[in-house]
């Protein structure tokens, strides 16, 4: 037998998904920065192992160790920034985490009748400092991936600047 819902428990209820979703558009935000920073960090991985493979490829032992010395400082740097990606990664999808966890919070203080509001507010926090900190880590990166542009852009012009 169906029991229907009182009409003030249909308030609640519809009130709880009124209030879930403000936190649920933050969760696909959230998902469109990991997509962006997997994608990042996909290119990264790429040029390394693009790196690696030119050292492979190379026929003697002098070859290899001459374009290992060549590479040394790109390397170091796309390492850098594999680091700083995969931090904001690690950063957003808690922040994912913890949005989430703010969301079944909500119900269940509701549902089993516990004023909830003090863990929803440190959640909320902590998903907001993980999510600040993720954003800081990718702006590093960039400002990271920028300056060895810019190095490199000066080191191609340096050569002509002295003739």
Not at 46 to 57: F, Q, S
Not at 61 to 87: G, H
Not at 108 to 127: K, M, N, R, T, V
């Amino acid at each position: 037998m169906i029991v229907p819902l009182a009409p003030d428990e249909v308030n609640t209820v519809s009130h709880l998904i009124q209030l879930s979703v403000a936190p649920v558009f933050l969760l696909a935000a959230v998902a469109g920065l990991l997509n962006v920073f997997t994608g990042r960090l996909a290119r990264i991985i790429d040029k390394v192992e693009k790196i690696d493979a030119g050292i492979e490829n190379k026929k003697t032992e002098e070859s290899k160790k001459i374009a290992k010395d060549k590479s040394r400082v790109r390397r170091l740097s796309l390492i850098i920034r594999m680091q700083n990606i995969n931090r904001s990664i690690s950063l957003c999808t808690m922040t994912g985490l913890l949005i989430a966890l703010v969301i079944v919070t909500m119900f269940l203080s509701s549902i089993l009748q516990f004023d909830g509001s003090i863990i929803i507010a440190i959640l909320f926090i902590f998903a907001m400092l993980a999510l600040i900190t993720a954003l800081i880590l990718f702006q590093k990166e960039i400002f990271f991936t920028t300056s060895f542009l810019k190095r490199k852009e000066e080191s191609i012009k340096a050569p002509s600047k002295k003739i």
